[in-house]
């Protein structure tokens, strides 16, 4: 049966994103240190169209995170183009001409447009402006059988996670400590705390993964 599966990189104090994020930087101030141990492995880097990279205890995991994925959903924070309204020049998201996802990707957003279709690679764009079981179910009907991937930012994971949508978390721990930002649970109510079941621990250079079973 297909799932709905998150992996977010966190900071040891909690944080997804560091503060005051820009246009710059837009993970917030020490926000990029979270993906460092990502970015240097070649499982992360090949579907990105990098060469070279590492192989360590990281590797399964990030190949495992990848494998399976029929469509990715995500918040208008992960996408981008700022809060509000959409304007001109029109914000496309971060990855250019060839996302690296390579299939559906459905933006969980209050301000309609049209969908990005036909770019580089199969990645498209929808954006969703009727809640989060509706992004759910387009996601699933394109996955076509396959898992759908739950991408940042944290607000969106959240609601997920209060709706009881979400069937498997993957935290990649970052011994870092960004002291201010976006907290991955931050906003979770004490009755809508998920009950999680541990399923594995993996330890690698610079990051510890700890994937977890959402139970129901």
Same mark, same amino acid.
């Given at each position: ?57 990281? %590797?399964?995991?990030? #190949?495992? +995170? &990848? /494998?399976?994925?029929? @469509?990715?959903?995500? *918040?208008?924070?992960?996408?981008? !183009? $700022? ?45 969703? %402006?009727?809640?989060? #079981?509706? +992004? &759910? /179910?387009?996601?699933? @009907?394109?996955?076509? *059988?396959?898992?759908?991937?739950? !991408? $940042? ?49 993996? #330890? ?13």
């Amino acid at each position: 049966m297909a799932k709905l599966r998150c992996q977010i990189s966190v900071s040891l104090d909690g944080f997804v994103a560091g503060p005051k994020p820009s246009i710059e930087e837009p993970l917030g101030v020490g926000g990029m240190h979270l993906h460092r141990w990502a970015f240097a492995l070649a499982a992360w880097r090949a579907p990105h169209g990098r060469e070279g990279g590492e192989v360590n205890a990281s %590797t399964p995991v990030m #190949e495992r +995170a &990848l /494998e399976n994925v029929g @469509a990715t959903i995500m *918040g208008r924070k992960m996408f981008g !183009g $700022g809060p509000g309204p959409w304007t001109e020049p029109r914000w496309d998201g971060w990855w250019g001409e060839d996302p690296p996802f390579h299939h559906p990707v459905f933006v969980v957003t209050h301000h309609a447009r049209e969908p990005l279709a036909e770019l580089q690679g199969g990645t498209s764009f929808t954006f969703v %402006t009727d809640g989060i #079981e509706s +992004a &759910l /179910e387009q996601a699933f @009907a394109a996955a076509d *059988g396959k898992d759908v991937s739950l !991408g $940042g930012g944290a607000e969106v994971v959240q609601q997920y996670l209060a709706a009881g949508l979400l069937d498997e978390l993957q935290l990649h721990v970052v011994p870092v400590l960004l002291g201010g930002g976006t907290r991955l649970f931050g906003d979770l109510a004490s009755g809508a705390a998920p009950k999680l079941e541990q399923l594995d621990v993996v #330890e690698a250079p610079g990051v510890t993964h700890l994937r977890y079973r959402v139970k129901r």
